[in-house]
Nanobody, 125 residues
């Protein structure tokens, strides 16, 4: 079955950096648009970033543009999210997701077919 496993979350001070990874299995990775979402306590899950099948295109939420970078390695079935200049408002559980039937750029939760279990990112002030 399809599995998406996130890693790399943790506690970091404001201004710091983290790199999240999401390892995928059970699917033809290069056939999927990959995305990152986040959900803070008491808030709805929101789009963060997406990357197209062969990384030709990326798309970011305005709140992270210029600070976060999404990338993928199709040989390793892995998608990454490099997060720099972190702010306390970036604190959330971060989820990776896979979208098989994408119309670029998929930014809605309902656009994605598979989800990971999430990794906690906490940014202290």
């Amino acid at each position: 079955q399809v599995q998406l496993v996130e890693s790399g979350g943790g506690l970091v001070q404001a201004g710091g950096s983290l790199r999240l990874s999401c390892a995928a299995s059970g699917l033809t990775f290069s056939s999927y648009v990959m995305g990152w979402f986040r959900q803070a306590v008491g808030k709805e899950r929101e789009f963060v970033a997406a990357i197209s099948w062969y990384a030709a295109s990326t798309h970011y939420a305005d709140s992270v543009k210029g600070r976060f970078t999404i990338s993928r390695d199709n040989a390793k079935n892995t998608v990454y999210l490099q997060m720099n200049s972190l702010k306390p408002e970036d604190t959330a559980v971060y989820y990776c997701a896979a979208d098989r039937h994408s119309v670029w750029a998929p930014v809605g939760v309902a656009d994605y077919d598979y989800w990971g279990q999430g990794t906690q990112v906490t940014v202290s002030s």
